[in-house]
């Protein structure tokens, strides 16, 4: 019996279909993972697993956060313990029989790691049996048999990097983890994290909200003309375009009445080329403008692959390979909605240059679509990525575009002002691709000596702007550019960063709590809110791929270097635990009572244990109000406009944060059962 084994259950499925022509069938339960088949006239098997059904941790005595001293765990052993006990015993109950297995997880880090556990499973079993590995980049029929018609051997350098990444994290995320919570108390559901990419991540986000703080804005003036002519009315500008002076702006803002005459008028062409293939980074960044969340566009990418549409969507290639067939992937697609046209348009093309990005990789192309999709077939935010990823495919083999800059220099009485026009002649590569693209601006045909007529002058009162925060598809730009995280990982960390209520809102700011974290560590353990350590990890990890460090010597370095750190940590453990219980209770302020103008801040009944919002100036003052009894509850600086109360994000792990008043009388609330208790009532949020 040939066994089969894969990363998830649609991957499972989707590969016993394309080897059995369709006729596998799922074997056991609607919950079994496993399908079976002939193959060649022999019996297969296909599983499926859920990611790693192996995970690492600490000895069991080490496990207690409060009866170990997070040091302690530097030197602790790591074992591999199941993570999905069922699976690891379906693993060993079909190798038991196995006369083949091939591994077909993800190529890439942790596919190959997935796969060496999974070998590791099957040697205690069945020590003899051939063991290969099948490597593919999407899950197409093509690509799928010509994989498992020329089998190779599992990456042992590359599931070693993996494991070196995996041992390594838990090692600094939970020593740093338990001495940041054990320091300030903060333990259960309610700890405090950090780790090697998550604090430098954080730190990021810290340091844009310093810089727009400490940012003085400057106030400057604008003199713009609104301006006509046989052609329509447009908007020309001062030359000086910045006046430093209200009494300088006014002074030529009186001048501009009666004509202007146009004095030079410049005409220039430039081409607007394509963009590069998607990488990770790429498509998330892309979606992320589109509104969808960097978690929400990957989960979906990931199973766009797994059903045939898309190929694999980790991956940090913007090159395609030279073996990649353009016209392959534009007839598996011609027969899509909407933009199968536009597929079909491109096939006419005689040849095609198709653009390349920075990196350039072997493991997996860039992401690219494999298949034709209808709409009726997807949901609404699965056809966003899928007609994406189409899209920016179609736009990379496409022709640059051609855009015309218009330039009129005008006089006033005496005064300069420019206007200046932007159009598109040719849509090129925008035709296929117009996501972001901006409007024509076409001023009126004037030449030189034409005469214009002023319809009003304009004076503007402007401020120079601060940085702006990032976006959540900026900042796992930033996280690639300083080489904190993977392709697989980025989007995760931030997710993480959300939910423990450190970072919130769009676009992102860091909460009070992860502003005295990161000035607490930079302080007392600065190596882990720079992004130097994890770029040094990633440098040891390509050397552990190539040969030439191993995994135990780069482990070992890294123990070395945490436990200098909580040397010097456990030193400064009060002024750390100080520092963020500050932080800690600037997040307990949800805002201004609007009763007496006192702080509102969280706080709990001393019978039930239930928490609400109370005025500090209590009892003068006993406003207060109810909050949901679960999730992080995060002020956000604003008062609803309806009732005046303050209202706060409420932060839940694996749902999309919200944000409610606190007043639950406020007219908004009148359909939803959120009432005040301290009124005899109940809260049902």
């Known amino acids: 019996m040939k066994l089969i084994i894969t990363e998830k259950n649609q991957t499972a499925r989707r590969i016993a279909q394309i080897l059995s022509d369709g006729k596998a069938v799922r074997e056991g339960g609607p919950k079994s993972t496993i399908y079976s088949f002939k193959l060649n006239g022999e019996d297969a098997k296909c599983l499926g697993l859920r990611g790693h059904i192996m995970k690492v941790d600490f000895p069991p005595e080490f496990r207690q956060w409060q009866d170990v001293d997070p040091r302690e765990l530097v030197e602790a052993e790591i074992l591999k313990v199941p993570a999905e006990k069922s699976l690891v015993n379906a693993v060993k109950k079909l190798a038991r029989n196995a006369d083949e297995v091939v591994i077909a997880t993800d190529y890439d880090r942790e596919g190959e790691l997935i796969g060496a556990d999974v070998v590791s499973l099957i040697r205690d079993v069945n020590p003899k049996v051939e063991i290969k590995r099948a490597k593919f980049s999407s899950l197409t029929p093509v690509e799928i048999r ?210 390349r990005g920075k990196t350039t990789s072997t493991d997996h192309p860039p992401i690219y679509p494999t298949d034709s999709a209808r709409k009726e077939d997807l949901s609404s935010a699965e056809w966003k990525i899928y007609e994406l990823v189409v899209r920016r495919f179609l736009a990379t083999i496409s022709e640059p575009a051609e855009a015309e800059s218009t330039r009129l220099d005008i006089d006033i009485n005496g005064e300069p002002f420019v206007a200046r026009g932007d159009v598109i002649k040719d849509e090129g590569f925008l035709r296929y691709y117009p996501y972001f693209r901006k409007k024509d601006d076409e001023l009126p045909l004037l030449k030189k000596g034409d005469i214009v007529r002023v319809v009003e002058g304009i004076i503007e009162k402007k401020q120079t702007q601060p940085p702006p925060r990032y976006t959540e598809g900026k900042l796992i730009e930033k996280m690639e550019e300083k080489g904190l995280g993977t392709k697989s990982t980025r989007h995760l960390i931030v997710q993480n960063l959300m939910e423990r209520g450190y970072i919130y809102g769009s676009p992102l700011r860091p909460s009070e709590t992860g502003i005295a974290v990161v000035a607490a560590l930079e302080r007392h353990a600065n190596p882990v809110t720079t992004p130097d350590m994890t770029a040094k990890l990633e440098r040891d990890m390509d050397a552990i791929v190539e040969g030439n460090r191993t995994l135990e010597g780069v482990i070992d370095e890294s123990r070395g270097m945490l436990k200098g750190i909580l040397d ?89 944060p919200w944000e409610l008043c606190l007043d639950p009388n406020c007219p908004t609330k009148a359909n939803n059962n959120y009432v005040n208790t301290s009124r005899g009532k109940t809260n049902n949020a």
């Open 568 to 656: 010097v940590m456990e030193e400064k453990k009060s002024q750390i635990s100080q520092e963020i219980r500050n932080g800690i209770r600037g997040d307990m302020t949800l805002g201004l009572c609007p009763s007496c103008g006192g702080e509102l801040r969280i706080r709990k009944a001393r019978k039930s244990g239930k928490r609400f919002a109370g005025c500090g100036n209590y009892p003068d003052c006993q406003t207060l109000y109810p909050l949901p009894q679960s999730g992080g509850v995060l002020a956000t600086g604003e008062v609803c406009e309806h009732c005046g109360s303050p209202k706060v994000r409420i932060i839940t792990k694996g749902k999309k």
């Open 146 to 355: 010509k994989a498992f018609s020329s089998l190779e051997e599992l990456d042992e350098g590359l599931a070693r990097a993996g494991e070196a990444r995996q041992d390594i994290d838990l090692l600094w995320g939970a020593a740093l983890t338990r001495f940041i919570s054990l320091a300030t108390t903060r333990l259960g559901q309610r700890f405090l994290s950090a780790g090697r990419v998550q604090s430098p991540t954080l730190a990021l986000v810290v340091q844009r909200e310093k810089e727009i703080q400490s940012f003085i804005p400057q106030d400057y003036w604008q003199v713009k003309a609104r301006l006509s002519s046989d052609g329509g009315e447009f908007v020309a500008i001062h030359k000086t375009e910045r006046f430093d002076t209200q009494i300088e702006a006014e002074k030529v803002h009186k001048k501009v009445v009666g004509k202007g005459v146009i004095i030079k008028r410049q005409v220039k062409k430039r081409k607007i080329s394509p963009p590069s293939p998607f990488n990770t980074t790429g498509f998330i960044a892309a979606a992320s403008a589109l509104r969808i969340s960097p978690a929400k566009a990957m989960e979906i990418a990931e199973n766009l692959y797994s059903r045939g549409y898309i190929s694999y969507p980790r991956v940090d290639n913007t090159v395609y390979p030279e073996t990649l067939s353009i016209k392959s992937v534009l007839k598996s697609i011609s027969s899509a909605e909407i933009v199968g046209e536009l597929a079909t348009e491109l096939l006419e093309k005689k040849s095609y240059k198709p653009t």
